[in-house]
């Protein structure tokens, strides 16, 4: 089992539309997490960071986690055709200190 | 401007030699890190620093090479031993250990090594 899992995707959504991206991790006591966001051939961008249960909202972009089934996901209201992009989930077992895990990507495809 | 930076963008490595790749920040950023990228793939750590003078191995780290000996600057050499070292390598920055912030990491634009 790889530690962090994404959607294998591809994703299509059309636009205007919600698009979820999924996310879970092995390690039970993983305390931070990140989605990042990386169009071809391009290096990837933080998005999103959360730390706590719940839902962290940022413009049209919402992370959710939820620790106690070990999954951390995304959503993007009223997605863009500038939206589509391979996302990448990243999970850290502190909060101030050592390495992420990084899962494979899920790649989202706006249709306009 | 802050930022990371990456050199070459592009660069072609014949069988048996040795590459070293560059890799610099001006955010005053303590952790430094390397990434290997394959098509269609995930990051995969290679190595990474959170401080100066000192490195851990990351997943991956055989074939590879890094050195730490300012805090801005965070090379790294594809050696020879390195069978299949085509792919995109990206390297990446955080802020102070200890910050609730840590692991948020800055990208660099990454450097594509090719084989020939």
């Known amino acids: 089992q790889k530690e962090v899992e994404q959607n294998s995707g591809p994703l299509s959504v059309p636009e205007g539309a919600i698009a979820s991206l999924n996310c879970t991790y092995s390690d039970r006591v993983s305390q931070s997490f990140f989605w990042y966001r990386q169009y071809s051939g391009k290096s990837p961008e933080l998005i999103m960071s959360i730390y706590s249960n719940g839902d962290k909202e940022d413009g049209r972009f919402t992370a959710q986690l939820n620790k106690a089934s070990q999954y951390v996901s995304l959503l993007i209201r009223d997605s863009q055709p500038s939206d589509s992009a391979t996302y990448l989930c990243a999970v850290n077992l502190y909060t101030n200190a050592g390495k992420s895990t990084f899962g494979d990507g899920t790649t989202l495809t706006v249709k306009p | 401007d802050g930022g990371i930076t990456q050199s070459p963008k592009y660069l072609f490595r014949k069988e048996g030699q040795n590459v070293t790749l560059s890799c610099e920040q001006n955010?005053?950023?303590?952790?430094m890190y390397w990434y290997r990228q394959d098509p269609g793939q995930g990051l995969r750590l290679i190595y990474y620093?959170?401080?100066?003078?000192?490195?851990q191995k990351g997943d991956i780290a055989e074939g590879y090479s890094v050195s730490r000996e300012k805090k801005e600057s965070f090379p790294l050499t594809v050696t020879s031993a390195q069978k299949n070292p085509t792919a995109f390598y990206l390297c990446?920055?955080?802020?102070?250990?200890?910050?609730?912030?840590?692991?948020?990491?800055?990208f660099g634009p990454g450097t594509r090594l090719t084989v020939l």
């Open positions: 955010l005053n950023h303590d952790a």
């Open positions: 990446a920055s955080s802020i102070a250990s200890g910050s609730s912030s840590y692991n948020e990491q800055f």
């Open positions: 620093s959170q401080i100066v003078n000192d490195f």
